[in-house]
């Protein structure tokens, strides 16, 4: 079993491929985010898990921020960026992030914080958010979602739910991505999780998006789709 760190380094020049499978749901995130966004005056924008820049780059291209941070950790996969005025690229752990700058527009998109491995990790990874969000700004994260039954299937969901609604634990969540000798562990977050890890923090998710995983259409309810989330301050 591979860490997130080894195993990005190692799928790194496949990366796009993997990307292009699901191309429909990332764009739509990606517009979300551009229209929601038009028009604002974007000091500071952090990118965090960036991994090959694309999705950052055409945020970037299309908002105009004065400023831009991207921070991943996986070396293989920053190397796919290329060089660009005002953009800082940090190979390092969004939890090691050290600066004083607070940021207008913060995104941590495709379920970057499913490879954090704890609850206690995943607050942690929450208050920098809170930290590093300006107070007139917005984050936009999505992760994947174990009640998505147009994904993953109506059996599987309902073992999911009765596993916590029996036997609430944190490894609920972990599955593993990827085959053969190149895999790794991933958190698949319930509808219900984020809230807790914002709750006691200065951040509020103004809204939740359902977004189907291959077509990319907004659908209704969380058993149809991945989940979108833009998180404000209190
Ligand atoms: C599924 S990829 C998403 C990349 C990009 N956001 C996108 O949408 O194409 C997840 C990324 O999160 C990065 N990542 C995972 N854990 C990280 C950590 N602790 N610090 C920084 N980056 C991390 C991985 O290296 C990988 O590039």
Redesign the pocket.
Known sequence: MLN??KY?NIIARD?DLL?RERMNY?NVIDNIIISDNKNKKIKNYL??????G???LKIINSLEPLNSTL????QK?LEQIKSKPNLTVLN????EIETEVKFELMT?????IG??DTNSQRKQFFQIVDKLLDSNGVFYLDVNNRYNISHYGYSNVMKNLEMDVLYPSESNGEFYIGEGDKKTKVYIHNPFDLGKYVNDLNLEIEKTWFINYKTGEIKETFFEGQLLCKIIKK
């Open positions: 997130s760190k990005y990366y990307s990332l990118d965090i898990g960036s991994g090959d694309r999705r950052s921070v991943d950790d996986s996969m390092n752990s969004f939890f941590c998109l495709w379920n970057v490879h954090i």
